[in-house]
């Protein structure tokens, strides 16, 4: 609670300066945020060379828009919102789609239940896994499954598991109710789950 | 004895969720090895997730940001610089007239007066653009320490 103060203290005093004239208080906000931007930029843009103009725009945007800031939400989430609808604007501009915003839930529902079916037939138990854990480099396993996940899953474990932010910040953020985001952020694991466990028997046969 | 296992759902929700979640989660997964299991495996899954490496621009993003920004407005402290730089100019050149008035008189008596306002007007000129250019100056060296 009190970092959380701290934190909006931190936040006003940079924008009063900002607002005051002075750039360099708003090269510290991009300092601040960045990582948190790259991480979504990342996560939705596919292309390496697009993502220079993308992160310039992003700020160039939240400077612009800087004076109707009201505080409603940490300074960081605010801009977090704005990267990830710079995000898809862009892809809306190429005429590109954001894999699982837009065919979501029965496509993924009916592959996590086809996961499904073929672990339960396998009965994984409580020694396979205790085996998988000496035996398998799990972080390449996990790696290869999120890269394989559409891209708004990607965001929300990102936003959620590396970020650390809320339900109701990642809902701030992408415009999605905090319900759904938890739902979405359920899937994305249970997916990543049947992949590590289909990834560890496949290899478990050789 | 168990006869139900917990859903995938409460599963994850005792592993990402402990504190939240409702005691027969927690109770059950004590006394269930198969559910036990699968908490294992979604804790596995969770340490892989934070292991993965965090992505990061490969350019100075702040630096190419602030470059772009429109400059700064003048400040209000500089122009209050300026009117008292303008006043203490005025005040000098003003008690200069006041004491040596008479004396001024009499060093252009011999001057014919075309020669004397030609006099005034360049070297008010060549003040006037030394002026502008000091000061041109010394924003452009405050705008280079403000990018910093």
New interface residues.
């Given amino acids: 609670m009190n970092n959380n103060t701290g934190q909006n203290t931190t936040d006003r005093h940079l924008v009063e300066r900002v607002l005051s004239g002075d750039t360099r208080a708003f090269g510290t906000i991009v300092k601040n945020t960045e990582k948190l931007v790259a991480k979504i930029v990342f996560e939705i843009i596919p292309n390496d060379g697009d993502r220079k103009d993308i992160a310039q725009d992003i700020y160039l945007k939240a400077y612009q828009k800087l004076p109707s800031f009201k505080f409603q939400s940490k300074l960081s989430t605010w801009i977090g919102q704005i990267a990830y609808n710079t995000c898809l604007d862009f892809l809306r501009k190429k005429k590109l789609v954001l894999p699982g915003l837009l065919n979501t839930d029965n496509e993924y529902e009916e592959a996590n239940d086809r996961l499904d079916i073929m672990n339960e037939s396998k009965r994984i138990s409580v020694e396979t896994a205790d085996v998988f854990v000496v035996n398998k480099n799990v972080s390449e396993i996990v790696k290869t499954g999120i890269d394989k996940l559409p891209a708004i899953y990607k965001t929300l474990i990102t936003l959620y598991h590396h970020e650390e932010l809320s339900y109701d910040e990642i809902g701030t953020i992408t415009g999605l109710p905090a319900g759904t985001v938890k739902s979405y952020l359920f899937r994305a694991r249970r997916e990543l789950k049947n992949d590590l466990l289909l990834h560890y028997k496949k290899e478990d046969l050789w | 004895m168990v006869i139900k296992h917990l859903t995938?759902?409460e599963v994850?929700r005792y592993t990402?969720d402990k504190p939240t979640c409702e005691n027969r989660i927690a109770e059950h997964i004590h006394l269930c090895?198969?559910c036990?299991?699968?908490v294992?495996?979604?804790q596995?899954?969770?340490?892989?997730?934070?292991?993965?490496a965090?992505?990061?621009?490969n350019?100075n993003?702040?630096?190419?940001?602030?470059q772009?920004?429109p400059s700064?407005?003048e400040?209000a402290s500089d122009r209050w610089l300026l009117w008292v730089l303008l006043f203490i100019g005025i005040g000098f050149i003003g008690t200069i007239f006041y004491y040596f008035e008479g004396s001024f008189v009499y060093l252009f008596s011999g001057i014919a007066a075309i020669f004397i306002y030609l006099i005034i007007i360049t070297a008010l000129t060549v003040i006037t653009g030394l002026f502008i250019a000091m000061y041109k100056k010394y924003d452009s060296e405050m705008k280079l320490l403000?990018?910093?």
């Fill in positions: 995938d759902d994850q990402v090895g198969e036990r299991s699968k294992e495996v979604y596995l899954l969770i340490t892989g997730i934070n292991q993965q965090q992505p990061a621009f350019f993003l702040s630096e190419l940001v602030v772009q920004l700064p407005k400040k403000d990018s910093y």
